[in-house]
């Protein structure tokens, strides 16, 4: 366990049926661009237009999917190395860029983690973000530059 109350994950063989599947059910609410996107085993997700206030749009959505993606992939590899992470917290941007004839598009994510571990982990944590960086499913996925501009600290 790290000092920060993380557990080392066990080494274990993962049995998981590929392909995997994820569903979500969207449903149109009739006000606007407004509706509900449920999961299954999950609270309901409001969900709007980019313009509409108080609620999530998908375009956040998928810069957070970006972010809570490095992490977990970050936080696996660490763990099962060893390494004493004591912080994580992140921001994360993105750029759309409007494409003639093809509509709006992300012309770049950057996701900035703000990283603290043990001092004696840090060039093991670092060599670590940047495979989890190269691991991380969602950013592999998008049609976009996926960048990342970590800064380090160390206690």
């Known amino acids: 366990m790290t000092s920060c109350g993380y557990k080392k994950l066990p080494k274990k063989e993962v049995n998981v049926a590929i392909p995997m599947n994820y569903e979500t059910r969207f449903t149109w609410t009739g006000d606007t661009m407004r509706g509900i996107l449920s999961i299954d085993g999950l609270d309901d997700i409001a969900l709007g237009g980019a313009e509409e206030r108080g609620v999530l749009d998908p375009e956040h959505m998928l810069l957070g999917a970006a972010e809570a993606c490095h992490f977990n992939t ?11 992470l004591r912080a994580y917290r ?5 750029e759309l860029s409007l494409t003639k004839g093809q509509g709006y598009q992300f012309a770049r994510i950057v996701i900035r983690p703000e990283i603290t571990v043990a001092e004696a982990d ?3 944590a670092q060599r670590i973000m940047e495979k989890a960086h190269g691991m991380c499913l969602i950013s592999r996925s998008l049609n976009c ?11």
């Open 122 to 124: 840090l060039k093991r």
């Open 145 to 155: 530059p996926c960048d990342m501009e970590a800064e380090w600290k160390t206690v």
């Open 74 to 84: 970050f936080r696996t590899i660490a763990a099962n190395s060893g390494v004493d």
């Open 90 to 94: 992140s921001t994360a941007s993105g």
